[in-house]
């Protein structure tokens, strides 16, 4: 059990490694291709991972042995001469313990299994625990839904609001009353399994990145709008993390410094206009036009993320969050905006969406940290 912790290093393995780390990278690359792809028989394997066939059989023995690969037999259109043996990972061979902790009011959680497909759920409802009592609700949860399942577990995922470094500390909360709680190390402690924190928007990219259908070379950008607006980044495969683990903080870029006093002290951050319960206060007015607020909003967004995509030419913008809010006249405006603001080298092809995954974004990239951490497949 490693106490380090995947955000930070690339997600998936790159380059050569020192002689200890070759087998262990050896492995990950065989699961990579399996993971992302279809069965493949050794030879495939040899020629895609750039193994040895030796080194792709003896892992592959081994991963037939632990379960987490299956020979599937040959594919029907080669049945001449000797027919390759295909082998396939089983998605069921173990499952992942994951937490979202980004709703106001509960902690939600789920099993998913190898393939990302949820195989069981449960969630508690918040109410005032706060701290300690906030934390000993998680480890509820989590023993909970470990009790739900017969698979061996790889691991637990914890999405979680606030600023997490990269040991999975939280080191600020507020909703949870949390400052510098060290949450994977705690639950590792209790469950006696591998854990792994990060912040929920960047868990939630990550879910994007892996289980939404994204482009696998990353270029993404995952925008969640809750309570707070927050962002995340996945470039060339690695998610982005910057200089103080801040990266995709944008929900307190100044948007309107006429307009209202945000949370920060500030006036007119992007959050004061895009967050779930301003924007359904400002719909809600009075003779309001719900198109051309909705439209305004859109606007304002694509006007901070316009640069964004023109330093990082990204391929896709995906915005999270209540659909009938996001997926309409806000993301068309936003789409628009970013366009017009950028040369169509970094407009032409982009991508601004509404994610896949719905609610269960953060469940999704809860599980790919753990995907990461402990097979080194995202
Ligand atoms: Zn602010």
């Not at 690339?10 to 993971?35: I, M, T, Y």
């Not at 792709?56 to 000797?82: C, H, W």
Request: aromatic letters at 2%; proline letters at 5%.
């Amino acid at each position: 059990m490693r106490t380090s912790h995947p955000v930070g290093r690339p997600l998936r393995p790159r380059g050569k490694l020192l002689q200890e780390d070759a087998r262990r990278h050896h492995r990950a690359l065989l699961l990579q291709e399996l993971f992302r792809g279809r069965p493949a028989s050794r030879a495939d394997l040899a020629r895609s991972t750039r193994l040895t066939r030796v080194t792709v059989s003896d892992l592959v023995g081994q991963l037939v042995d632990e379960g987490l690969l299956e020979e599937l037999g040959a594919p029907v259109e080669t049945r001449v001469g000797k027919p390759p043996t295909l082998v396939g990972l089983v998605p069921d061979a173990t499952h992942i313990v994951a937490v979202d902790l980004s709703p106001a009011d509960r902690m939600r959680g789920a099993v998913l299994n190898l393939a990302g497909e949820v195989r069981a759920r449960h969630e508690v409802a918040v109410d005032d625990a706060r701290g300690a009592g906030a934390v000993e609700l998680l480890h509820g949860l989590a023993a909970e839904l470990i009790a739900r399942t017969d698979r061996p577990i790889l691991g637990v995922g914890v999405g979680s609001p606030g600023v997490v470094d990269a040991f999975g500390t939280v080191i600020d909360a507020p909703n949870l009353g949390w400052s510098v709680e060290p949450l994977a190390t705690d639950l590792r402690r209790t469950l006696g399994l591998p854990v792994y924190v990060a912040n929920d928007a960047n868990t939630a990219v990550l879910g994007e990145h892996t289980f939404g259908g994204a482009d696998p070379d990353g270029g993404l950008m995952l925008i969640r709008v809750g309570i707070g607006v927050g962002a995340g980044l996945v470039l060339g495969g690695a998610l982005l993390h910057g200089h103080r683990g801040a990266a995709g903080e944008i929900g307190h870029v100044v948007v309107d410094p006429e307009g209202e006093r945000c949370a920060c002290g500030r006036v007119g951050c992007l959050e004061t206009v895009l967050a779930v319960p301003r924007l359904r206060q400002a719909l809600g007015r009075d003779g309001a036009d719900v198109e051309a607020t909705l439209g305004r909003v859109g606007e304002q967004l694509g006007g901070v993320l316009a640069p964004v995509v023109a330093t990082l030419n990204l391929h896709e913008v995906v915005l999270a969050g209540p659909a009938e809010l996001l997926d309409g006249a806000l993301r068309e405006a936003a789409d628009a905006t970013i366009r017009a603001r950028t040369m169509p080298i970094s407009g032409d092809h982009l991508v601004v969406r509404t994610s896949t995954l719905g609610d269960d974004v953060v469940l999704s990239g809860a599980a790919v940290l753990v995907l990461a951490g402990e097979l080194g497949v995202s």
